[in-house]
C-alpha cells in the first residue's frame, strides 16, 4: 500500500523584515507629504481670513473716527486717526483718509472761509453734512472732484450727499465708482447710515453686495 504523502498548503512568502521597515517607511513618508500639503493651505486660510477681521476692525475705526471728527471732537478724533495709521499698517487706503484728517484736526474746528485747496473743501464738506445742509455739502465736493475726480472719498462723500438729498440714481452711481476706485468703500457702505434709503434699491444691493436684493 502506497504512503499518502503529506501536502503543506503553500501560502504567499514571508516578507523578510527589511522589506517590512522599508513598507512601513514608505507608508509614513506618504502620510507625512500628505500633511505637509495640507498644512500650507490650512495656514492660508487662516491667514486670510485673519488679515479680514483684522480689515474689518481698521473699517469700524476708521468710521468712529470720523464719526467723532463730524461731533467736532477734534482731539479724540485725532487719537483715533493715528490709532488706525499706528495699529494697522497694512491699511494703505484708510492711513491717506487718515493723514488727511488728521491735518484738519491739528488746524482747529473751523474750516477756512473760502476753502480753496481740497483737504478744507472736503472737511468744508464733511461739516456741512453734518450740519444738515446737503446743498452746501454738494457745492464744495462738486468743487473737489474737478481736482481729483478719481479720488474715492470724494466719491463716496458724494454718495452720501446725493442719497441725504433724495438722489438716489446719483447716489448710487457715486458709490458704484467709489467701491470701483477702492474696495473697502464696500465695507463702508454696508453700515453707512445715509445710504437708508437705498436699501429698496435693486442696484443699492448689486453695487454694495453683487447680488439683488433678497426677498
Not at 490650512?42 to 463730524?70: F, G, W
Request: overall charge positive.
Amino acid at each position: 500500500m502506497a504512503k499518502k504523502t503529506s501536502s503543506k498548503k503553500s501560502g504567499p512568502p514571508r516578507k523578510s523584515s527589511s522589506t517590512v521597515k522599508r513598507e512601513k517607511s514608505l507608508k509614513t513618508s506618504t502620510r507625512t507629504t500628505v500633511q505637509k500639503k495640507k498644512a500650507p493651505a490650512e495656514s492660508a486660510n487662516r491667514a486670510a481670513k485673519a488679515r479680514r477681521q483684522k480689515s474689518r476692525e481698521a473699517v469700524a475705526l476708521y468710521e468712529k473716527a470720523l464719526k467723532t471728527l463730524q461731533r467736532r471732537n477734534l482731539l479724540t478724533a485725532s487719537d483715533l486717526f493715528q490709532k488706525l495709521i499706528d495699529d494697522f499698517p497694512e491699511e494703505r487706503e484708510l492711513h491717506e483718509r487718515s493723514r488727511r484728517y488728521l491735518a484738519v484736526c491739528r488746524r482747529g474746528s473751523n474750516p477756512a472761509p473760502n476753502p480753496k485747496t481740497f483737504e478744507e473743501r472736503v472737511y468744508a464738506a464733511t461739516l456741512a453734512l453734518n450740519a444738515g445742509s446737503s446743498d452746501e455739502a454738494l457745492q464744495y465736493l462738486k468743487a473737489a472732484l474737478v481736482e481729483q475726480p478719481d479720488n474715492d472719498h470724494v466719491q463716496y462723500m458724494l454718495a452720501v450727499t446725493r442719497a441725504v438729498g433724495g438722489e438716489r440714481s446719483a447716489a448710487v452711481t457715486h458709490l458704484g465708482r467709489a467701491i470701483e476706485l477702492n474696495p473697502d468703500n464696500r465695507f463702508l457702505a454696508r453700515n453707512e447710515p445715509s445710504f437708508a434709503a437705498l436699501r429698496d434699491e435693486d442696484t443699492f444691493w448689486q453695487v454694495v453686495w453683487s447680488s439683488s436684493r433678497p426677498d
